[in-house]
């Protein structure tokens, strides 16, 4: 996390007096600088509950994504025996029918566990659907209530990110639940923090107003920005191009919060952008309510509530809602925070790559040969697992492993054409036509 140098205790040589009451005072322009300009936490360990409803999916769109997971996890439909296309369409439209609940009803429910620092990151997750009817491996469905969640609801995922002096990070994830994890190498920037944490940690439009009050230190788009003098008195007299910017008491609470208005204008001083904040009156980086509007129509395109706010600064509730164009809800989320330490250290272990004994291990960052030996080992001992789906995953996944390895794949074929089930012996079967057929 890069740090940005800017002197927060600014000195305005001349106080301007605004001509009209609502242009931000000299007072009120240090506040703002303060916030905008807030240094961002070193390392933050925080764990919270989060509810989404997103209806941006369609039903179309949902049942494309089950069809081409089911896809990559048993083959094509072209090559599934009618026992498995009927429980594909019974799988799609099991998972489009909770998704659709989701969207409607109970919205899509999380608990993350997020732990970062400069160039450390990881996000523990799990997930908890509504209650729903599931496709057993056997074929038959199963009644599942709705899954809670508190603080004794263990994890299922965990994903780390560490970053190298190159910007290259190694990642690596853990799937509890099915006991695997996996090692690469990525080379794009990270995001696995910029969600949540960013919405609550950073004051809403503190890069706009960095940019429009101050000095862009070295050209990036991103900074960092020094304090500008001649900007904040341009601020305050209503004279700085291309902003506009309004501070007024709240009127539901005009003792403890201010009302921030700002507006953007373009060169030829059109508003192409609105957006209001209600702040703590001594802290505007405490922000209670920020909306966002069109100034085409004024319908609003996105709003953050917070509350609950603790010593540091942090809120512990919060809800966000984004709107489409004719201003009706696209998204809307809901945070409850558990816990939070900003600024402490996290322990190294935390961000190794150290996977229990019993977990099945893919590590991308080993050389190829070694990689592929590893993965054939580990799918061969996936061939014995009790649940069929996991077999026959296994044995289609070494089809294409050992594809120019015909005698060492005919051996392992003919050896699962006794499986109990239909549909791995099925697949061994046509592995073992194709074989036939190349040779």
């Given at each position: 996390m890069k740090k940005v140098i800017v002197i927060l205790s600014i000195v305005i040589s001349v106080k301007i007096i605004a001509n009209t009451p609502d242009l931000p005072s000299y007072q009120q322009a240090?506040?703002?600088?303060?916030?905008?300009?807030?240094?961002p936490p070193q390392s933050i360990d925080i764990t919270y509950y989060v509810t989404v409803r997103d209806t941006t999916k369609t039903e179309q769109d949902l049942r494309e994504i089950y069809e081409k997971a089911h896809e990559q996890m048993y083959g094509p439909p072209e090559q599934l025996n009618s026992y498995m296309l009927e429980n594909r369409e019974r799988?799609?439209?099991m998972n489009v029918g909770r998704c659709l609940k989701e969207q409607q009803e109970t919205g899509r429910r999380h608990k993350l566990r997020i732990r970062f620092d400069e160039n450390r990151q990881r996000v523990d997750t799990v997930y908890a659907p509504?209650?729903?009817?599931?496709?057993?491996?056997?074929g038959k469905e199963e009644f599942l209530p709705e899954k809670k969640l508190d603080a004794n609801t263990p994890f299922d995922m965990s994903i780390v990110e560490v970053k190298d002096v190159n910007d290259?990070?190694?990642?690596?994830?853990?799937?509890?639940?099915?006991k695997t994890a996996t090692r690469k190498r990525v080379k794009r920037k990270s995001s696995l923090e910029n969600g949540?944490?960013?919405k609550l940690i950073e004051m809403p439009n503190d890069l706009l107003l960095r940019m429009k009050?101050?000095?862009?230190?070295?050209?990036?788009l991103g900074g960092p920005y020094d304090v500008n003098e001649t900007k904040i008195n341009q601020l305050c007299s209503?004279?700085?191009?291309?902003?506009?910017?309004?501070?007024?008491?709240?009127?539901?609470?005009?003792?403890?919060k201010d009302r921030i208005e700002i507006i953007l204008y373009s060169q030829e001083g059109t508003p192409f952008y609105e957006s209001t904040l209600i702040c703590d009156k001594e802290d505007?980086?405490?922000v209670y309510y920020n909306e966002v509007r069109s100034p085409v129509g004024k319908h609003l395109i996105s709003t953050r509530t917070c509350s609950n706010f603790d010593s540091q600064g942090f809120p512990h509730r919060a809800t966000l809602v984004q709107y489409d164009s004719e201003g009706k809800v696209k998204i809307h989320e809901t945070y409850l925070v558990e816990s939070v330490r900003l600024n402490t250290p996290i322990p190294d272990e935390i961000f190794k790559f150290n996977p229990p004994k019993d977990y099945a291990v893919t590590d991308w960052c080993l050389p190829p040969a070694e990689r592929q030996a590893a993965e054939i080992a580990r799918l061969k001992g996936l061939l014995g697992r009790e649940k069929w789906p996991d077999r026959l995953k296994a044995l289609a996944a070494l089809g294409k492993h050992l594809k120019d390895k015909p005698a060492e794949l005919r051996k392992i074929a003919a050896t699962m054409l006794g499986d109990e089930h239909p549909a791995v012996r099925e697949r061994a079967s046509q592995i073992l036509q194709e074989i036939d057929s190349g040779e």
């Open positions: 240090e506040k703002l600088v303060a916030a905008a300009w807030k240094a799988f799609v439209q509504p209650a729903r009817t599931v496709l057993k491996s056997s290259i990070s190694t990642r690596f994830e853990y799937v509890h639940s099915n949540m944490i960013k009050m101050g000095t862009n230190v070295n050209g990036s209503g004279t700085l191009k291309g902003i506009s910017v309004k501070i007024q008491p709240d009127k539901d609470a005009p003792d403890v505007y980086s405490k």
